[in-house]
């Protein structure tokens, strides 16, 4: 998303006032989990909710917000993250962090944080470079039938 | 003319110097995919005509009327101020 200060204010103010804030990503740097333009991304406060290893995270990064995973954090001040369907990491401080990914809506069906599925997914998608890209292109491959079939519907 | 409404799911929020426009799904429910930055002159547009039928060319004279504009100046920023609006459906034909 191209963003500006503002922008993050009203995310922050909405969250903060109990009103739901979602939008549809895009992109594929989150694949498989999540698929751009197709999944819509719930957000919570990360004010009430602390943001820990394995979470979910919009952040500002150059005036655009990314929504990646963060994989390490560094004295609770540097964060590192880095999209599942990515091979570089990011670096941020927790301050740039906007809000966390509460759950996922893909179709009729809501993966939640702290989900089995949410789980499983997070110890079966490799780390690894090698391994991570071979995923990614036998997951391409795989769901592009599946994409052909829906633009036909 | 096409007559035309703003969508009363049009929240638009002043932050610092700024205007946004987000699209509100439900009372406790904002979708920001889409927000739009405004400038003050597409705010005054979109208080003065939420919740009205209107033409572009109504648009137009209200500009007119209100700034030091030129007539081509103000068809340009009305057309991309509708166009915006359209694109996430925040306009009712």
Redesign the interface.
């Known amino acids: 998303m191209n963003c500006n200060s503002g922008f993050f204010d009203i995310i922050k103010e909405n969250l903060k006032n109990g009103i739901e804030v979602s939008f549809l990503p895009t992109g594929d740097s989150m694949l498989p989990l999540i698929r751009g333009n197709r999944d819509r991304v719930f957000l919570s406060n990360v004010v009430d909710e602390k943001f820990l290893v394995g979470d979910i995270v919009l952040f500002s990064y150059n005036d655009t917000a990314i929504l990646h995973r963060i994989v390490e954090i560094k004295n609770d001040e540097e964060v590192i993250l880095k999209g599942d369907g990515n091979f570089t990491a990011e670096c941020c401080l927790a301050s740039d962090i906007i809000a966390k990914v509460k759950f996922i809506k893909r179709g009729k069906y809501c993966i939640y944080k702290d989900s089995i599925l949410w789980k499983t997914y997070r110890l079966v998608w490799p780390e690894n470079k090698f391994f991570r890209h071979f995923f990614l292109f036998l997951y391409k491959i795989l769901t592009k039938n599946n994409a052909q079939n829906e633009n036909f519907k | 003319m096409l007559r035309m409404r703003i969508s009363n799911r049009l929240s638009v929020?002043k932050?610092?110097n700024?205007y946004?426009g987000?699209k509100i799904?439900e009372s406790?429910?904002?979708?920001?995919?889409n927000?739009i930055?405004m400038n003050e002159t597409s705010y005054l547009i979109v208080q003065n005509f939420v919740d009205k039928d209107f033409t572009e060319e109504d648009v137009v004279s209200f500009l007119l009327d209100n700034y030091d504009v030129s007539s081509d100046l103000a068809k340009k920023d009305v057309s991309n101020l509708i166009s915006k609006l359209k694109s996430i459906d925040l306009i009712e034909m």
């Open positions: 929020r932050v610092g700024e946004i987000i799904v406790d429910n904002i979708d920001v995919t927000a930055g």
